[in-house]
């Protein structure tokens, strides 16, 4: 059992400057070249004829700063708890059975004075029942999964109108969703000097319950020609969850070569596959990122006392280039898309010498 009591204080300052009048008000004054003028903006040239703006200048109107303050505080209470259950079929095989319950304290959504200040905590019960097996004499390891994550709460992200205009992208609660997920993980000692390795999971994930959020990043529904923008919104019900890929796969290999002298020469390479993952609730292909893979291949000398080590090595062999991240803005930014990539092609060598 596990008792948790979080809290979280926070504070929100927004500053802004403008300028403001300079169509109206400041008609009752000249306008604002008369009013320039006699607050030192504008200033006559050397010849007495043309008009010279200062550091002093105002070009919209009244200049006006505004701060607009926010403070937060709250606390956080969950008790949690996990069972588990383990069977030890043979002296090679190991089953078991567990039910765990997870909790992640809320907290706020800063900076950008969001509608949605504030979120509450996330909340899930996990059910996971494995294996344990080892074969071929103990050179063989095999283990495996089957796991369901059932949340009640989960923080997911979404882009909304903010207080004081724009958009802002907030930690938004979904209501509920559902992982369910099965991986396994081998690693095989053929003989002393070769290790190979690898492991999968297949992970499909959905919201469950119903979820309304506005889309303020989508370009065909800009809020300037939509007067009713803020409630046109998407159910997220039944999309899959932010950054949760279905797919991932990884193999290894690792050789070792014993050299004269005492010193050895390891050769190890890697594979993986990571699959296609949305980075909005909305599961739309603009904010995609595609399934990619990666191969890296090192080579290692160690001399004989092990003081010296040498490493040559190639990632991302095949200069595949991925997206990490993509980031989505709203109309004030022009509806721009940002992405995070993996990084391409890198070679080198590393030199090491221990004392």
């Known amino acids: 059992m596990r008792y948790a009591e979080d809290q979280v204080a926070a504070e929100e300052n927004l500053f802004r400057y403008s300028e403001t009048g300079a169509n109206s008000f400041l008609a009752l004054y000249g306008g604002l070249a008369a009013v320039n003028r006699v607050n030192g903006g504008l200033v006559a040239d050397a010849d007495g004829n043309l008009i010279v703006p200062t550091e002093k200048v105002t070009n919209g109107g009244i200049p006006f700063a505004l701060s607009v303050y926010r403070p937060f505080i709250r606390t956080d209470r969950k008790t949690t708890g996990r069972v588990n259950l383990d069977w030890n079929v043979t002296d090679s095989a190991l089953v078991y059975f567990s039910a765990t319950s997870g909790y992640r ?36 390891r095999i283990n495996g999964s089957f796991y369901l994550y059932d949340y009640d709460n989960i923080h997911t992200v979404g882009t909304e109108v903010t207080s004081i205009g724009g958009t802002t992208t907030s930690v938004l609660e979904a209501p509920g969703a559902r992982v369910f997920g099965v991986e396994s993980e081998a690693i095989w000692l053929v003989n002393d000097y070769l290790t190979l390795g690898g492991n999968f999971s ?154």
Do not use: C, M
């Open 105 to 140: 304290s809320g907290g706020y959504n800063l900076v950008f004075f969001s509608n949605t200040p504030t979120y509450d905590p996330e909340e899930l019960v996990a059910y996971e029942i494995g294996y344990k097996t080892d074969f071929l004499n103990n050179t063989l």
């Open 202 to 355: 297949f992970t499909p994930s959905e919201y469950t319950e119903t979820l309304l959020i506005s889309d303020a990043s989508n370009v065909d529904v800009p809020g300037s020609l939509y007067p009713e923008f803020e409630t046109l919104t998407q159910d997220i019900k039944g999309n899959q969850l932010l950054q949760v890929p279905e797919g991932k796969t990884t193999l290894w290999g690792g050789y070792l070569l014993p050299l004269s002298g005492g010193s050895q020469v390891e050769l190890f390479g890697i594979y993986s596959w990571t699959d296609e993952v949305y980075f909005s609730p909305f599961q739309s292909e603009a904010e995609k990122a595609e399934a990619y893979s990666r191969t890296d291949l090192r080579a290692t000398w160690t001399s004989s006392n092990s003081n010296w080590v040498v490493s040559g090595f190639v990632n991302n062999v095949f200069n595949e280039v991925a997206n990490l991240q993509i980031l989505r803005q709203g109309e004030a930014e022009f509806f721009r898309h940002n992405a995070t990539t993996t990084v391409p092609r890198l070679y080198g060598v590393e030199f090491t010498y221990t004392y």
